[in-house]
C-alpha cells in the first residue's frame, strides 16, 4: 500500500511541478515496489530514504541515489511545508557523506528541470556545479524544458 505522504509527494503540485507529470496509480505502485528492493553498491535501482524530523517523527520527504558507471544521481522530493527550511539542503549532504564513508561514492550528478531555482540554490550549496544543459529535454505538463546537468566530486 502506498502511503499519503509518498502519494503526495508524486502527486501534489507544487512538489512535482518543475519534475515530472502526476503518474497514474499502475506507474505510482510500480515507482513505489521498485524503491522497496534491497539496495547495496552493485543496484541498479534507487536507494530511497525517507526524511523524518527528527523531533516529531513526521516524514517530510524522500531523498536517495542510483548508481550508474561509478556516479551516483542523486535526487530528492519535500512535501510543500518543507519547502525552503534547508531539509534538502541538509539530506543531500549527509546523503552524499554516508554514500562516501559507507560506499566510497565520490562522484555526483543531478538533474534538475529549468526553472527550479530552489534545486539548483540546493546543489550549489553542496557544491555541485553546472556542467551542460541539454535543450527541449523532456515534458511537464505539455511545455518542452530543458534539463540541467549537476555534477560534483569529492575530495579524496
Request: charged residues 20%; negative net charge; glycine residues 10%.
Amino acid at each position: 500500500m502506498i502511503g499519503h505522504y509518498l502519494r503526495a509527494l508524486h502527486t501534489n503540485p507544487q512538489v512535482i511541478q518543475l519534475c515530472f507529470d502526476a503518474p497514474d496509480e499502475t506507474a505510482l505502485k510500480s515507482k513505489f515496489e521498485s524503491r522497496l528492493a534491497p539496495w547495496d553498491a552493485n543496484s541498479t535501482t534507487w536507494l530511497c530514504m525517507t526524511i523524518i524530523d527528527k523531533l516529531s517523527g513526521q516524514k517530510m520527504g524522500v531523498t536517495g541515489l542510483q548508481l550508474e558507471n561509478g556516479i551516483a544521481e542523486v535526487g530528492y522530493l519535500l512535501l510543500p511545508e518543507f519547502h525552503g527550511k534547508s531539509y534538502g539542503t541538509e539530506s543531500l549532504t549527509g546523503l552524499m557523506e554516508w554514500a562516501y564513508l559507507e560506499h566510497g561514492i565520490a562522484q555526483y550528478k543531478a538533474v534538475v528541470t529549468e526553472g527550479n531555482i530552489a534545486s539548483e540554490r540546493v546543489l550549489g550549496k553542496c557544491g555541485f556545479h553546472l556542467d551542460m544543459i541539454i535543450p527541449e529535454a523532456h515534458m511537464i505538463g505539455g511545455k518542452t524544458y530543458a534539463d540541467h546537468i549537476y555534477f560534483r566530486k569529492t575530495k579524496t
